[in-house]
C-alpha cells in the first residue's frame, strides 16, 4: 500500500473518531442539563378557618342548646374553629357539661381546651369548674398550651391558647383569644403580650378570636403589624358579627401570616349565640408542605 493511501485511511478513521467523541459529548451535555432542573412545587392546600363566640351555647332565645352551635359549624364544614366563652363543667348554666369535649363528640374533631377560669368544684370529687376557650379541628393537634394574658384588678383573666397542627402536610400554629370587653388599655396590652408569644415562627400562623375591638381601634392596627386580616382581603360588606339579632360592629376575626393567602371571607347567619361566626377560606403555602414536621 502506498505511503499517500494508509496517510488518507488514517485522516478518515480520526474524522470518524472526533465524530463519535463529539456526539458523545453532546449527549453527556444534554444530560447533565435534564438532571439539573429542580422539582416543581407543592400545590398550596385549602383549610377553612372559623371564630365562633358560642356564649356557652345559649341561643337568642335564652336556650341552652349546643347542638344548635355543633350544626353551624358541620353544615359550614370548617377544618379549624376557634371557640370563645366555652363552659367545662362550669355550672347549671350549661348543665356542667364539658362543652369542648361534647363538641369534639359531635363534630368527631380533636380538641384542646384553654381554662382561663379555674374553680374548685361545688362538691369534693367533681370536675374542676372551668370557663375558657376551644380549638377544634379535624386534624391531629400535635403540641399545644395556654397562656394567660395581661389582666388589671377585677377584671376576668383571658388568655391565648396555641394549638399546633399539620394541615395537608403544612405545619399550622393556630391561637386563639377573648380579649377584655370594657378597657382598651388592657386589650392593647393584651395585643401586645400576643405579639410577643406568636414571635415570627417558621410555620404559618392563623390568629382567631372575639377581639371586643372594632377595626379602627388602636389595638386592631397594633396587631395587624404583624398578622393580615382576612376581612379586609375577601370579605365583602361590613362583616358585623354582634350583636347577632342586629349586628352593628365586628368584633370577630380570622387574622393571617403574609404566606397565608385569603380566598373568600363570611359572616354566617344563626340565632344559636349573641355573636356570629366568621370564617375565612385559605390557602396554606405548599412551599411548606412536610417542612419542619414533628410530634
Known sequence: MRLTQVLRLAAVAALAAG?????????????????????SQAPDRAARVMSFNIQHGVGLDGRLD??????????????????????????????FVDQAAWLARELNMHVVYGANLDRDPFNPGEPRRQYGTAILSNAPILEWDNTDLPRYEGHEQRGLLRARIVVRGVPLQVY????????????????????????????????????????????????????????????????????????????????????????????????????????????????????????
Open 66 to 95: 349546643l347542638q344548635r352551635i355543633a350544626d353551624v359549624i358541620e353544615t359550614e364544614d370548617a377544618d379549624i374553629i376557634g371557640l370563645q366563652e366555652v363552659d367545662r363543667h362550669w355550672s347549671e348554666r350549661s348543665d
Open 19 to 39: 465524530t463519535a467523541l463529539g456526539t458523545a459529548a453532546t449527549a453527556v451535555t444534554t444530560t447533565a442539563d435534564t438532571s439539573d432542573s429542580s422539582p
Open 176 to 295: 386563639n383569644t377573648h380579649l377584655q370587653h370594657n378597657d382598651a388599655d388592657e386589650r392593647m396590652e393584651q395585643v401586645e403580650a400576643i405579639k410577643g408569644l406568636i414571635g415570627t415562627p417558621d410555620d404559618s400562623v392563623i390568629l382567631l378570636g372575639d377581639l371586643n375591638a372594632r377595626p379602627d381601634a388602636p389595638e386592631i392596627a397594633a396587631i395587624l403589624e404583624n398578622l393580615v386580616d382576612t376581612w379586609e382581603d375577601a370579605g365583602l360588606g361590613d362583616g358585623y358579627t354582634y350583636p347577632s339579632d342586629g349586628p352593628d360592629r365586628r368584633i370577630d376575626y380570622v387574622l393571617r401570616s403574609d404566606d397565608v393567602i385569603t380566598r373568600t371571607a363570611a359572616v354566617v347567619a344563626t340565632d344559636a349565640s349573641d355573636h356570629l361566626p366568621v370564617y375565612a377560606d385559605v390557602l396554606l403555602p405548599g412551599s411548606k408542605v412536610g417542612v419542619g414536621r414533628r410530634g
